[in-house]
């Protein structure tokens, strides 16, 4: 499949209108539940500098979230994943593998997950000033946007949680900063059983879990979330989407 026809086949007329089916439902749902108003305003208003760390919505829910990628081998393995059980995350960014793979970006976005911009070149900006971080955060958005260029990017992550003044500044970007109330150190690939067992360990109502879809080999995370959507939600957890607002 060239280029051309994939993006054809990720905006044919039939998937349009299903997603904009989804983006009203999800509107009256939202509208329901009291966090829309009517004008289209998310009533949590912009975002601001705090961390966040849990979903929008209470109760036994989580909100995955995966780093590095896109991977030209796991990403895609892992969208499948997600698609099998309708289950949306979020995914951060590197710049410089979203210049490698933009088809990979485009198929993230036309299958409805939310992204997060995760820097350029994956630095650790704990020291860096201000206008430096602003310069780089607004490369990645870019490098992004020449991909998609209408896809929202709600959120920002700081390389190795090196936050530094970054979340002021992503803030002030438009981005929420998004830290996460659970790792399970899936950059060292344990086995997946024992991702399985440390996210079953360590999961907590509203968490944000950060896995790894990038930077290595992830096919064992990519086999743990198999894995962990459906016995969770046998046992009734929801998969949802951090909060905007910290
Ligand atoms: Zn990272």
Redesign the pocket.
């Known amino acids: 499949m060239t280029t051309k026809t994939r993006i054809r086949a990720a905006t044919q007329p039939g998937h349009r209108s299903r997603r904009f089916m989804a983006a009203v439902f999800l509107a009256i749902g939202l509208m329901v539940s009291g966090m829309l108003t009517p004008t289209g305003a998310v009533q949590a208003g912009r975002p601001n500098a705090n961390i966040v760390d849990s979903t929008q919505q209470g109760g036994n829910v989580i909100a995955l979230t995966f780093?590095?990628g896109p991977n030209p081998v796991d990403t895609p393995e892992l969208l499948r994943v997600l698609r099998r059980h309708r289950v949306q995350a979020v995914f951060c960014l590197w710049g410089d593998h979203v210049r490698q793979y933009p088809w990979i970006v485009r198929q993230i976005v036309a299958e409805g997950h939310i992204l997060c911009n995760?820097s350029m070149h994956?630095d650790d900006m704990s020291t860096w000033t201000p206008a430096q971080i602003r310069a780089d955060l607004l490369e990645t958005n870019a490098t992004i946007r020449r991909i998609v260029p209408w896809a929202p990017i709600p959120y920002f992550r700081a390389?190795y949680g090196s936050w530094g003044q970054t979340p002021q500044v992503a803030a002030e970007l438009g981005m929420q900063p998004l830290g996460w109330r659970l790792a399970v150190g899936d950059w060292e690939p344990p086995g997946t059983e024992e991702l399985v067992r440390r996210l079953r360990e360590g999961i907590t109502p509203g968490a944000v879990v950060l896995l790894h879809d990038g930077?290595g080999d992830r096919s064992q995370t990519v086999a743990a979330v198999d894995q962990i959507i459906r016995e969770f939600r046998a046992e009734g957890w929801r998969f949802g989407r951090p909060a905007r607002r910290g």
């Open positions: 780093d590095d995760h994956h390389p930077g």
